[in-house]
């Protein structure tokens, strides 16, 4: 099974610190963010990843190399232009005829894969999500469940009108066929994918319990530095 890690993002709400660096490489507990990601597939035995890149792809390549030092296959899949989550992952998961992973690379999470490929299967599910309890449902898109089906999702609801405090925490089990569904050129699976299919019922959710730590601005970056706990 391959996993793609997305990574592709300029960082701009990171800057001065992505100025020359990209987002994927700053580190967190001595360690860049993506590396984490990586020895987690690796505990799940997941070995074979696409990193999906952009921004400074070359920094990227140059620290990741074939992927042998961490006893993993690394192949890249790189953006010439900004294609939004959805073109990204259709680009890079182009030859991929079997179920998939795929993780938002500027969070950190000690996601249990295991689980949510049993999961996936065991539903038949075309897509699986892996959903995280968060304490402000004002600040993300916040999952409507019908068991462990996804419903849809309720962008930046009140907390009276949020049916549950589950987030997407950007890891998913995938089937190749879904994306399909997504427009040409720049597009977003969230918006342009899940939604779309999970009338269906489609689209079925795992809780994370562990840790989650998005990164995408410097106030999260320096929370996940002080409090993350690396997990191997």
């Given at each position: 099974?391959?996993?793609i890690?997305l990574?592709?993002g300029?960082?701009?709400?990171l ?6 660096t ?6 967190v507990?001595?360690?860049p963010?993506i590396?984490h990601?990586?020895l987690?597939?690796k505990?799940?035995n ?6 999906s ?6 920094l990227?390549?140059?620290?990741f190399?074939d992927?042998?030092?961490w006893?993993l ?9 900004p ?6 992952i259709?680009?890079?998961a182009?030859g991929?005829?079997e179920?998939?992973l795929?993780?938002n690379?500027?969070n950190l ?5 295991s ?14 999500l892996a959903?995280f ?9 916040i999952?409507?469940l019908?068991g462990?089906k996804?419903?849809?999702f309720?962008?930046?609801p009140?907390?009276e009108?949020?049916p ?17 569904i997504l427009?040409?050129g720049?597009?977003?699976?969230e918006k342009?994918?899940?939604?779309k299919i999970?009338?269906?019922g489609?689209?079925?959710?795992y ?13 999260k970056y320096y929370?996940?530095?002080?409090e993350?706990?690396p997990?191997?």
């Amino acid at each position: 099974m391959k996993a793609i890690i997305l990574a592709g993002g300029l960082g701009t709400r990171l800057r001065p610190l992505t100025e020359n660096t990209p987002k994927p490489l700053l580190p967190v507990k001595g360690k860049p963010i993506i590396e984490h990601a990586l020895l987690n597939f690796k505990k799940h035995n997941i070995t074979d990843i696409i990193f999906s890149i952009g921004y400074r792809a070359d920094l990227i390549k140059e620290y990741f190399n074939d992927g042998s030092k961490w006893g993993l296959n690394i192949e890249y899949c790189v953006e010439d232009e900004p294609l939004g989550t959805g073109g990204a992952i259709r680009k890079a998961a182009g030859g991929i005829k079997e179920t998939f992973l795929v993780i938002n690379g500027d969070n950190l999470a000690d996601f249990n894969w295991s689980g949510l490929i049993d999961t996936h299967k065991r539903n038949n599910a075309k897509v699986t999500l892996a959903l995280f309890p968060v304490e402000d449902v004002t600040q993300y898109g916040i999952a409507e469940l019908d068991g462990e089906k996804v419903l849809h999702f309720i962008e930046k609801p009140t907390k009276e009108e949020a049916p549950t405090n589950l987030n997407n925490a950007g890891g998913y089990v995938m089937e190749p066929d879904v994306l399909e569904i997504l427009p040409p050129g720049f597009c977003m699976i969230e918006k342009d994918c899940f939604e779309k299919i999970s009338p269906q019922g489609n689209v079925f959710s795992y809780r994370h319990n562990g840790q989650w730590f998005p990164t995408d601005t410097l106030e999260k970056y320096y929370r996940a530095e002080e409090e993350f706990n690396p997990f191997l």
